[in-house]
């Protein structure tokens, strides 16, 4: 008798116990859910919704490795498309000489230029540039896919853009 009373005080203690652990998964599992929503402002009513211990609208397992996976590989390659490949970057020029075979101001006074090997390239910043046709100059890559021409027997440059 003493061994049916115990059992019958245990049982809603193992219950109990298998509930929470059940539980504790199922909180893993609606985490993972939660964070799956692309929406955020869904999302964050999911989190706010299982911090207050409130049942989350769960619908399918916690994503995969692979799922995973695919996210930060994602991640990793935003913005990478301004990213030269490194063997082309090793291998470009940081500047080069060029030859001005015309040359002509548009009604701003920017400069526009054409070198031997048919490029075209037009001045973008307003500063005033000492331009003249017998000159050496060059056209130097700069930060953030910005490009400069310059002088050699000045220390002058102006930023351009190519146009052709």
Not at 16 to 43: D, F, H
Not at 139 to 161: C, H, K, P, Q
């Amino acid at each position: 008798m003493k061994k049916q009373s115990l059992m019958v005080g245990l049982l809603p203690m193992y219950l109990l116990l298998g509930s929470t652990a059940a539980n504790a998964q199922s909180v893993e599992e609606q985490l993972g859910y939660c964070a799956q929503i692309k929406n955020p402002l869904e999302r964050l009513v999911c989190f706010d919704n299982l911090a207050a211990g409130k049942a989350v609208a769960y619908q399918g397992p916690a994503p995969t490795q692979a799922d995973t996976a695919a996210a930060s590989s994602a991640v990793a390659e935003f913005g990478r498309e301004h990213v030269a490949d490194t063997t082309d970057a090793d291998n470009a020029p940081s500047r080069i000489a060029i030859t001005v075979v015309r040359y002509s101001k548009d009604m701003r006074g920017l400069l526009q230029i054409e070198t031997s090997d048919g490029q075209v390239w037009q001045q973008t910043s307003s500063e005033g540039f000492p331009f003249d046709p017998k000159a050496n100059y060059f056209i130097e890559r700069g930060a953030l896919s910005a490009y400069y021409l310059g002088r050699t027997d000045l220390n002058a440059r102006t930023r351009v853009r190519r146009i052709k």
